[in-house]
């Protein structure tokens, strides 16, 4: 589930991120707009107010009638509630002094530079003003005496409802916006899952299945989108695998036909040549044995040669072909690797002396491998005999040694012979092949390596040769299974 | 065993349907060894109808793969009779499969397989030879 997640969740976070930036703009903007609105709302008001003031009172300064003028003021105060403190002030000596408010206290104006600057253009000045508990606008204007200046007018008006009412719009609006971005989200992650991470994880199934064999496997996504084309040539691939891997699996019937009809003549023939070879095999040493005239001796002699020859081919072309077929049942069982060589040894010790060549058993003692005992002893022989072929007769050594490898036995048979070229190494477990060309073919049949890979990979292990180059030796290597490995 | 003249006649029939290996037999045998007698026999059929006669060898060298009867069928026949049932039976093969090796040494005494040197062949023979007579 692991991939689900973080589609899933990087998607979601990338949503949330772009949602409530979009969102919350939004919501600022909204408000920006709403106050600029109340502003202008205000002012209009603060101006309208000082207007019908102005045409109100003007008579009572104009008079000079302090006590009027209070009464106008309070009573003007009273009818609009938004107004905080209202006040005239009149200029005394170059100065502007307040001469009539609501606010008694307030004697010197907060806002004193901006009524001078008021009283001196003839101008309308607002001044908007929020803190933390109130929202207020000042606004201070000119009075005006048919065309003069004598003062300026100071309202200061209280935009706490508006913004009240701002504030609580400002949280509903924000409720909404974080409602609307989970509904979002949900829906979101709702259509993810329904559209990508659902046949995601059905395709991961399919790919599952298919890949453990079963090509019957097909994909139900029915959406008319990329992921429905996607399925739709998945769908179409399963088909088409399947449909070269039945031509594949019929191929391969008629080549395994093919084979077994193969190992079948070459059984056949194999069979059929020993027949009239029996009178070669059987008489041709008892004739040589008798016969007087050394010249003919000589000839009968590389007739039971060749009898022989061809005696060892056909007996091994059958071991391969037994070899390769797959009914042929091994008797593993648990085999001292030292005893094992020392008993091949010991056959061929007439052989090794002819050659003149030392061979020694350097394997340690309780080597335990898993093998049929004939198939091992035919293995060794073959590598051994092989070494002592391709050793010259001066100071030719084979060695045999063995190391463990955690569940595997690595065997190597050493010479000090002609060695290999790296073309030669690649082809010496081909069948019929021979390193030495110039070798007689009499001498060896070609058959010997190749029936010693077959022994080593129907146990279960590996067989390979290495040389450092012509004339250095050659080390062949095989491993077995040990006692603590188990055979297939 | 006849003996004649201080001799142990060796009498061994010899069934094969291919005259090459008959005649490899009696002449390899008899060469090696002039106190063999070996006769020829190129069927099953005509095994029989010389053992019928009363003719009984010593030692019956059987080819398996043989026309109409072949040598598992002529075995079974020949131990199936008291007579000839203590006949040793050396059987000749071609195929080298572990099944006919196996009931070769069921139903007969030994196995060899072709092509064969005749020392070694003689080798078997007598071996079975003085077991028999024990």
Redesign the interface.
């Known amino acids: 589930m692991k991939i689900n997640f973080s589609i899933s969740l990087k998607l979601t976070l990338l949503v949330v991120f772009i949602s409530a930036i979009i969102i919350f703009s939004l919501t600022y903007i909204n408000i920006k707009q709403q106050t600029e609105f109340f502003e202008d709302a205000y002012y209009e008001k603060a101006s309208s107010l000082t207007k019908a003031l102005d045409a109100s009172i003007q008579n009572t300064i104009f008079l000079n009638d302090q006590q009027r003028l209070q009464g106008y003021i309070e009573n003007f105060s009273l009818l609009n509630q938004d107004i905080i403190k209202l006040s005239v002030n009149l200029p005394e000596e170059d100065e502007l002094v307040v001469f009539v408010s609501t606010d008694k206290n307030t004697i010197n104006t907060t806002s004193g530079e901006f009524n001078d600057i008021s009283y001196s253009k003839g101008a309308n000045i607002y001044i908007p003003h929020h803190d933390e508990n109130r929202h207020t606008l000042t606004m201070l204007s000119p009075v005006n005496l048919s065309g003069n200046i004598f003062g300026t007018y100071e309202m200061v008006l209280s935009m706490d409802i508006a913004y009240n009412a701002l504030d609580k719009q400002m949280r509903n609006l924000i409720l909404i916006s974080a409602i609307s971005l989970f509904i979002m989200i949900f829906s979101f992650l709702y259509m993810l899952r329904k559209s990508i991470v659902k046949p995601i994880i059905a395709f991961r199934n399919a790919s599952k299945v298919i890949g453990e064999g079963n090509l019957n496997q097909i994909i139900e996504i029915k959406s008319r989108d990329e992921i429905g084309e996607l399925a739709d040539a998945f769908n179409n691939m399963t088909v088409d695998l399947k449909n070269s891997r039945n031509r594949i699996e019929k191929y391969n019937k008629t080549l395994e036909k093919l084979l077994s009809q193969k190992d079948e003549f070459i059984g056949q023939l194999g069979h059929d040549l020993k027949n009239p070879l029996t009178p070669f095999i059987g008489l041709l040493p008892i004739i040589t044995e008798q016969e007087k005239d050394p010249n003919l001796k000589e000839h009968l002699k590389l007739l039971t040669n060749n009898a022989e020859y061809m005696r060892d081919l056909i007996f091994k072309t059958l071991e391969l072909a037994k070899l390769r077929s797959s009914n042929i049942k091994f008797d593993i069982e648990k085999l001292d690797l030292k005893e094992e060589i020392d008993k091949v040894l010991t056959r061929q010790q007439s052989f090794f002396k002819e050659n003149k060549i030392i061979v020694d058993n350097l394997v340690n003692d309780n080597i335990i491998v898993n093998a049929d005992k004939l198939r091992l002893g035919e293995l060794l022989n073959n590598l051994v005999s092989n070494a002592v072929k391709y050793t010259p007769k001066e100071n030719g050594l084979v060695t045999i040694d063995a190391v463990n490898e955690k569940d595997l036995i690595i065997v190597s048979v050493k010479d000090n012979g002609i060695g290999m070229t790296k073309e030669q190494l690649s082809h010496v477990f081909d069948e019929f092949y021979r390193a030495d060309k110039s070798m007689r073919e009499g001498e060896s049949t070609g058959l010997g390596l190749s029936i010693a890979k077959r022994i080593v990979e129907k146990h279960g292990g590996k067989i390979w040769v290495d040389s450092p180059g012509k004339g250095k030796g050659t080390t062949f290597y095989f491993s077995l299974k040990n006692e603590f490995g188990k055979n297939k | 065993m006849v003996k004649l003249g201080g001799m142990h006649i060796k009498k061994i029939m010899i069934v094969d349907d291919?005259p090459?290996?008959t005649?490899?037999?009696k002449?390899?045998l008899e060469?090696?060894n002039p106190d063999y007698c070996v006769t020829r026999v190129e069927s099953g059929e005509k095994c029989l109808e010389l053992l019928n006669k009363n003719e009984l060898p010593d030692l019956i060298l059987l080819d398996i793969?043989m026309p109409d009867m072949n040598g598992w069928e002529l075995a079974k026949m020949l131990k199936k009779n008291i007579q000839w049932r203590k006949i040793p039976i050396v059987f000749l093969t071609?195929?080298?499969d572990?099944t006919s090796k196996i009931t070769g040494k069921l139903i007969g005494d030994d196995f060899v397989e072709?092509?064969?040197?005749?020392?070694t062949?003689m080798e078997k023979i007598e071996q079975i030879l003085v077991k028999k007579s024990k």
């Open positions: 291919l090459e290996v005649y490899t037999v002449y390899g060469k090696l793969m071609a195929t080298e572990e072709k092509p064969f040197d005749v020392p062949l």
